[in-house]
């Protein structure tokens, strides 16, 4: 675990600086002011740009994600489905433990004009932490250990960090939801590269020099 943190700073130290900044920004902002902040700086060409943007942290785009990995190393493509199995496992453990309300079900009884996105059915309950933050900061932090290229990573942190900000934008999270599914979602990449190596990397060392596009002797 620690070579992954060490060989990848360029990803977990901008993270945890942004993590901190918005942690205190939680703690020292009621949720009525963090949600009229967000909720008021809009326009319709973000509308768009979010709608498309939570996709990177839907199922789909995961098991897509994995099916690309699955071409090119198998390895790969075995450590991302334990990852989202992973991810899934302790994100929804937490959702039906907290059992926290969502934004259209918190403010129901506040009368303030919401502005909603078109298209978007609102969810009410199992609110922290959020799936989708959980589930992008999986997939990219796996991206960034399995690129090796430091260069890449603020790409992939831009990636999951705009997943994580529509949830809130879309009216379907806090911002707390996020900095819960973050680390989720980063823990989730780690324990999954742990549980290979531990149980598969040695028995069945032909995973990391084989894809279904690799050329076989």
Known sequence: ????????????????????????????????EQMV???T???MWSDTFFW???QLGEGWFFAVTILVWLLFRYENALIGAIAFAVSTIISQSLKFSFQTLRPSEFFKDI?????????VELHGFNSFPSGHTTSAFCVFTLWVFFAKKPVLSPIFLTLAL??????????QHFP????????VGIISAIVSIEIYQKYFETKYPQLSQKGLLTRRN
Request: with cysteine; glycine share 4%.
């Open 1 to 32: 675990m620690k070579n992954l943190l060490k060989n990848n700073l360029s990803f977990f130290i901008p993270f945890i600086l942004l993590w901190l900044v918005c942690l205190v920004w939680v703690l020292d902002t009621p949720k009525f």
């Open 52 to 54: 498309w943007a939570t």
């Open 176 to 183: 707390e939801d996020l900095l819960g599914g973050s680390i």
């Open 41 to 43: 700086h809009r326009t």
């Open 111 to 119: 009368s303030y004009p919401w502005q909603y996105v078109n298209g």
């Open 162 to 171: 705009t997943a994580a900000y529509s949830r809130p934008y879309l009216f």
């Open 37 to 39: 902040w967000i909720n």
